[in-house]
């Protein structure tokens, strides 16, 4: 079932950068009231400040439109943002978190669970703590803030909840072990939680993008646990997160479930040949060097 960001209260994780930056942004131009969440604060501010610009320029433009009589004089499209930073890899400030942003405005009406880290290291390199970090961060996370979040969209049978997983989540991938394992992760509960609640009027949907122009390979970690502090390829030359951004939500609106966001060809040949090709698959991406 379609429906608009105009007037919804979004609950966006991973929001001081990166996909997450633009789903606000975006989002603020759609006319949605934001809560903006990541560690860092001057970041978060700096997306707040870009929501109210986005905000802005779309009631200019909406207003232009209409006749001089019939604009209304300080209508708002309310993407008002309330930033609430902490720490996702910490149980006690998640649900602390998720309390909070229930209160804000009273209810969450669209989770957007964005927030992710990744790693660059063969798992024989990877500390137990650095897996558990990275399964912490993209998955536990995930399914703790659903929990505190679902009772509330439940009362009201309505709400949408979106977890941006990755193609990652759709195939393996060298030095990627903790990563790739936790968005499968992801897409297994999340396509399992929609069919508990088929019919409850609680839109799911998996987001899987390609290769996004964001600072996820430089925020990735290193076995140790160290970032990994260098633009891959794939990245640099990677989608443009605006687009991605606009795509998700134009996609999500029209109630779609899942909802692949990868518009290069070697993202998804590389979906495809792993479902269908395994062996050719692993031969081909090993030989490349990995993703
Ligand atoms: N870029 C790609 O190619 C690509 C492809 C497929 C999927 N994705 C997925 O897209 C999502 C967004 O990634 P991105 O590409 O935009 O990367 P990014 O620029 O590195 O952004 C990651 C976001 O996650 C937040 N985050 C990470 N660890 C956190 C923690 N412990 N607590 C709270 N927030 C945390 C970061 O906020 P702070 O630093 O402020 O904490 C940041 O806002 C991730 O789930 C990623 O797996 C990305």
């Known amino acids: 079932m379609s429906w608009s960001l105009s007037g919804k209260v979004v609950w966006i994780t ?3 950068s990166g996909i997450g ?3 606000a942004v975006e989002a603020a131009r759609r006319g949605a009231w934001l809560i903006l969440s990541g560690r860092n604060v ?3 501010e700096e997306t707040a400040a870009l929501c109210e610009r986005a905000r802005l320029a779309s009631e200019n433009q909406q207003n232009a439109q209409k006749d001089e009589q019939e604009a209304s004089p300080g209508a708002r499209n309310h993407a008002a943002c309330t930033l609430l930073p902490f720490d996702l890899a910490d149980p006690e400030a998640r649900l602390e978190a998720a309390q909070k942003a229930l209160t804000i405005h009273g209810r969450i009406d669209v989770l957007m669970l964005n927030a992710g880290v990744s790693q660059r290291a063969k798992f024989v390199e990877t500390s137990a703590d650095v897996f558990n970090l990275i399964m912490e961060t993209n998955f536990f996370a995930a399914v703790d803030i659903v929990r505190a979040v679902l009772p ?3 009362s009201h049978s309505s709400g949408v909840i979106a977890c941006v997983s990755s193609v990652a989540g759709l195939m ?3 030095w990627r072990t903790a990563y790739s394992a936790s968005k499968h992760a992801q897409a297994g509960f999340f396509s399992s939680l929609r069919t508990e609640l088929y019919g409850s009027g609680i839109q799911i949907s998996i ?3 390609g290769f996004v122009r964001t ?3 430089e925020n990735a970690l290193a076995g140790d646990g160290t970032r990994h502090g260098k633009l891959d390829p794939l990245q640099k030359f990677g989608q443009n997160p605006e ?3 606009r795509t998700i939500w134009d996609k999500l609106e029209t109630g779609k479930l899942d909802i692949k966001v990868a518009f290069e060809l070697k993202a998804r040949l590389g979906v495809f040949l792993s479902r269908y090709f395994p062996a050719l698959f692993v031969r081909s991406i090993s030989r490349h060097g990995g993703l």
């Open 172 to 174: 393996g991938a060298p």
């Open 243 to 245: 687009v991605t951004a």
């Open 14 to 16: 991973g929001a001081s």
């Open 152 to 154: 509330q969209m439940c």
């Open 21 to 23: 930056r633009s789903l």
């Open 207 to 209: 987001v899987y993008p």
């Open 215 to 217: 600072a996820i390979s």
């Open 42 to 44: 001057p970041a978060l």
